[in-house]
């Protein structure tokens, strides 16, 4: 009986042989699917099981993760006026499922499929799995935060993921910020206050501790001036000046001396209030709401 030595070597080549039929094979496979999908209803018909990809990998999942990611960016370089969606969940998610840590799926889940469609239905998945995949980075909340304010109008889960994202190592103080706003949109100042004196608490560089402070008596400004406007509406009638200030102080009023940005309360004519320091009050871009087909409100 002849008994077979086969050297590292020789068990690489083999190895090596088998992968690229493998890929031979899935490549007619996936090539045929994208190509009759163009001329069916049905895209249930062109479609394959993760499980069946990790057999093919033979064991190379990450190097057939690569593989499919070239051919799924080929697809929607050529399919982006239209592009079926769906599908490329399809794909994207096969890509995860032999690698999951591999970073450019989650991004252009995080972007093409809510710019695409004007719905976060697809990308959620994605970026929620980005976000479990890579706890450290604050990029994947970040997005998750955006896609919640701008697609789905949802300024409090935006701020949710805005400060999960601002907790995270090297965020940026944009974020921190970003998260304040949201909270001011929603109507919770004092949310936003507590969570700056947490974040102060937690950051030590120089730099984001003087950001974050100035964040906080930017937003301690603006709870101050409308607990103001909240009292001069009791006033019988308004003059629209600083003598309405002395008014509210002759019935007792306790007013600040200065505003927590360092500056003083300015009256406008209309009745409104500044801050002398600011000179304009803490207010939120709030972007028109978005349709399916992609145009704005605003533009149709």
């Known amino acids: ?14 190895g090596t042989r088998l992968l690229l039929l493998s890929l031979f094979m899935l490549s007619i496979a996936l090539n ?25 990998a033979l064991g190379y999942d990450h190097f057939m993760a690569t593989w499919m990611w070239f051919q799924t960016s080929a697809y ?22 032999l690698n999951p840590k591999f970073e450019p799926v989650y991004y252009m889940a995080a972007s093409v499929f809510p710019w695409g469609m004007g719905s976060t239905a697809l990308s959620r998945p994605f970026v929620m799995q980005a976000m479990i995949e ?3 980075d604050w990029r994947w909340a970040y997005y998750r935060g955006f896609n919640s304010y701008w697609f789905e109008h949802n300024d409090a889960q935006a701020a949710h ?21 949201m909270r001011a949109q929603a109507g919770n100042i004092d949310t936003g206050l507590n969570f700056l004196k947490d974040l102060l608490q937690r950051k030590n560089d120089a730099k984001v501790q003087a950001t974050l402070l100035q964040q906080y008596q930017t937003l301690l400004t603006e709870k ?31 007013l600040p001396e200065k505003l927590a940005d360092g500056g003083q309360v300015l009256v406008l004519k209309d009745g409104s209030l500044l801050s002398s320091q600011a000179k304009k009050r803490f207010k939120l871009f709030v972007p028109a709401k978005r349709h399916k087909g992609g145009a704005s409100e605003a533009t149709r």
């Open 161 to 181: 993921f805005f400060e999960i994202a601002a907790l995270k190592p090297n965020a940026p103080p944009l974020v921190s910020s970003l998260a304040l706003r």
């Open 134 to 136: 890579f706890p450290e």
């Open 32 to 56: 045929s699917q994208l190509a009759e999908r163009e001329d069916t209803a049905d895209p249930a018909l062109f479609t394959f099981s993760e499980k069946s990809l990790q057999y093919t």
């Open 76 to 97: 929607y370089g050529s399919h982006v006026e239209q592009t079926d969606y769906d599908y490329l969940a399809h794909l994207l998610n096969a890509i995860v499922q």
């Open 224 to 254: 101050q001036l409308q607990q103001l406007e909240s009292l001069l509406k009791q006033l019988p009638a308004r003059a629209n000046n600083r003598s309405d200030l002395q008014r509210l102080q002759a019935l007792g009023y306790a």
């Open 1 to 14: 009986m002849k008994h077979w030595i086969c050297s590292n070597s020789a068990i690489k080549k083999v």
